[in-house]
């Protein structure tokens, strides 16, 4: 199993990846790459999105051709004319417009499909983990939340159940309320049991010591450069260079304080994961499609206006983006313990 | 409390799953105001981000989205405090107004140490009318930040989406010509979504708000409490500091 800031170093990439691309050969690589890593790393017991990846381009592309093809009326090769005096969809409806949202689509997918990948490969304490040492607060909120989920969603149940078994039946929004109304006050009781539970373990003892001024200053001026440089960049096309230098700025002056903040915090961790030689490697990967990502835009554009040419394809940034595929080869799956009859273990480190 | 409360908020999508709803509807977003109008807007900010995030780690909904709805959702959240202290603040007044004139009887507001004064109406006996008229108040706030919502969302992937030069952003040009493309973009693409999540969060906040807002009133009053012992001033500091403890709760 891979670090969890590796799956979203690889993640992260997949983004930048397909969204600085339309060229829909590389959008197919990078959508089979997202297919075998999933296919391989994921377990089976993790997280599935609501949608999956298939039904997900079932959906999208579909979709964006069809709202592209009738709101675009651009293009040399026209499948078909609407009515003029139609609004907005009226005109001519083109090939290129039609391919152009089917590509978008197919980028929305491969996003989609990669953030798929890390949901499922991802488990939740290693998630919860990442949570930075300044926002430890909020560090403990979301584990009481994530450890009251599964209670929650058993007395949810129960309250179903019972409400069923009254002839309830939830056919409008009205009929939630005896559903959700006995939910939110059994929650409220046991938090007043937790914190009862938690200020007699000495919770409430921790010096309430407030942010020094300076480091809250700092933060301000951060917040302030950040998205100032962000709406020049946007609005200001003269200022780019100082925009993008302020936007620096301001990232790393809130990341200074996030840090310092994070320094007066002590920190212990339970089994802590060790890196090993997979994780560089997958991080090596990510960088070599990170590169060409970011070296070869001009190569990745791809546009279809305004007469649909076929794509032009470069070996070397295919290869460069296959670096995404390192996941799926240093990662071994993980035995079923159903299927022979012995303990599940994961293979030794390969490497 | 918010920790729980935010549990509470992250299985509602659980029935979201079980039973669907038509469009944008959600009904996560009804709690969050509530929590915020009766709480307060840090609450309501917490709440709001802390929910989204809690059920997008369970339901596998992280991406590059989750940033912009945790935001907007704390957004809606605090707004919600906002509203709740501002409504507190006008009915007050006008409490005042007619206590004064009829019974001389001025206000009667809970310890200092609650943090929230309440108010009860000792002579106009106005409740259920003022509790009508919150929660109809609250209903046209969640039918605003329904549309608000998706609006805001939308951000997120607009400046690079491709489509007709009229709905699409490109570098350079102004704020204004900015607002009119997204206007038009939002018109097409996303209002009909989004007009069934506002009509959901109001018939939602209908449904669910006096009671709810009822329960969570009468836990805050559990939540803040103050012993004060007799020559014992450093009670009230302990005291405070389990009420922060709670919270987190």
Known sequence: MLDARVWLLWAVTALITASSSRNPLYIIILLLITAVVGSTCATGDGRRAPLSPLRFVMIAVPLS???????VHFGDTTLFRLPAWLPLIGGAITLEALAFGAMNGLTLTVIFSAFSVFNQVTPIRDLTRLTPRAFHEGGVVLSIA???IPQTTRNLSRIREAQAVRGHRVRSVRDWLPIVMPLIVGGLERAMGL???MVARGYGAISDEGQPLRRQSLLLLGLLALFGGWLAYLFRTRWRSGAVGAMVLGASLIAVVVGL???????????????TSRDTLTVVGCILTLAVAMTQREALYYTPYPHMELPQFDPFIGLGILGLLVPAIVTKRLDDPERHGGKGVEQADPL | MLGVLVAVSSVLRFLEVAFPMPGGFSPIFAPIIIAGYVFGGRFGYLMGTFTLLTSAL????????LPYQ??????AG????????????????RSTQATGLRTGVGLRTAPSSCGVSYFTSQATGKTMGATRSRILILCIFGFIWGLLYGAIINVYF??????????TWTPGIGLGETLTRYGAFYVVTSLAWDLARAVGNAALILVLGSPMVKALERFRRRFNFEAEGHGAPSRRSTHREAAKVEAHA
């Not at chain 1, 903040?261 to 890196?275: A, D, E, K, L, N």
């Not at chain 2, 605090?78 to 007050?92: E, H, N, P």
């Open chain 1, 195 to 197: 914190a009862e539970a």
């Open chain 2, 70 to 75: 945790m935001f907007t959702a704390g957004w």
């Open chain 2, 158 to 167: 607009w400046p690079f989406t491709g489509g007709p030069a009229d709905q």
């Open chain 1, 65 to 71: 051709a069809l709202f592209n093809a009738l709101t």
């Open chain 2, 78 to 93: 605090l707004t919600a405090g906002w509203l709740g202290q501002t409504v507190d603040a006008s009915s007050r007044l």
């Open chain 1, 146 to 148: 994530l450890t009251f």
């Open chain 1, 261 to 275: 903040t994070g320094r007066s915090v002590q920190h212990t961790v339970y089994r802590g994961r060790r890196w």
């Open chain 2, 58 to 65: 369970i339901i596998g909904g992280v991406g590059p989205w």
